[in-house]
């Protein structure tokens, strides 16, 4: 099966936004582990005064994960998908949230402008087609010195890893998704982590883009070793300007 990508890929996930936060809500730990990487970005003073980017917001999991560990900052969600932004918008939220729809490829064409304080991106890179010039574009979106946050399935490269997330997929991921008539969209799931980067050629790739101070964070529970937070930064500009 041919992976999902661009148009094909936000429509399948428009087909399957009504079930998604019921079938994500199934894995231990799923919301928990938004809030630690949200809280690994570090911003000071909860986020006072902060812009955050929330780049591939989906339903917004990653979104209320933002607003509940950064109460001060102003929070953009970003999505492909009009069928899980209607979820998303459809939830109670604070006026400093608000949403846009756009691919994360066409966020200048959408509006979205910097400067960031801090970008978050919750499972969206291995979805991409090419994740080298969104990273290039989320750098240039985020102000010197700002902070970038990537929670993601990546798996560590160990070959236990890759047999445990394979029996996942067989055994849970792709019941569930066919039960919930979505079987295109969660093998996709599956395989995309598999066609993924591992977490050390992920943290290379945000190295090429120009990012500093990368550094991969294990994450708790089933998924350590399968998903990561990884942080990295704009590096701040020198003096006269100079970056």
Same mark, same amino acid.
């Given at each position: ?76 969600? !970003? ?53 080298? @010039? ?29 047999? !445990? ?6 055994? !849970? ?26 977490? @050390? ?18 994450? @708790? ?13 704009? @590096? ?8």
């Amino acid at each position: 099966m041919t992976l999902l990508r661009d148009a094909a890929l936000a429509d399948a996930f428009d087909r399957g936004a009504g079930a998604y936060d019921r079938l994500v809500a199934l894995n231990p730990g799923y919301h928990g582990q938004l809030r630690r990487s949200a809280r690994r970005l570090g911003l000071p003073d909860g986020g006072s005064g902060c812009r955050v980017l929330d780049l591939g917001c989906g339903t917004g999991a990653s979104t209320a994960a933002l607003a509940t560990t950064l109460p001060g900052a102003d929070i953009v969600g !970003v999505d492909a998908s009009a069928g899980m932004l209607r979820r998303a918008r459809a939830k109670p939220w604070p006026d400093r949230v608000r949403f846009v729809h756009a691919p994360a490829e066409e966020l200048s064409r959408a509006g979205v402008s910097g400067p960031f304080d801090a970008v978050f991106a919750a499972y969206l890179f291995r979805n991409l087609a090419d994740p080298d @010039p969104v990273l290039r574009t989320v750098r240039g979106l985020l102000a010197p010195g700002g902070r970038l946050a990537v929670h993601e399935y990546a798996l560590s490269g160990r070959r236990a890893d890759r047999l !445990v997330w394979s029996a996942v997929c067989r055994g !849970v991921i792709r019941p569930l998704g066919t039960a919930a008539g979505d079987r295109a969209l969660y093998r996709h799931l599956g395989r995309s982590v598999a066609a993924f980067d591992t977490a @050390p050629a992920f943290a290379a790739r945000l190295g090429r883009a120009g990012f500093d101070r990368v550094r991969v964070l294990p994450l @708790p529970g089933w998924q350590t070793g399968i998903t990561h937070t990884f942080l990295a930064r704009r @590096p701040p500009e020198r003096p006269g300007g100079a970056r």
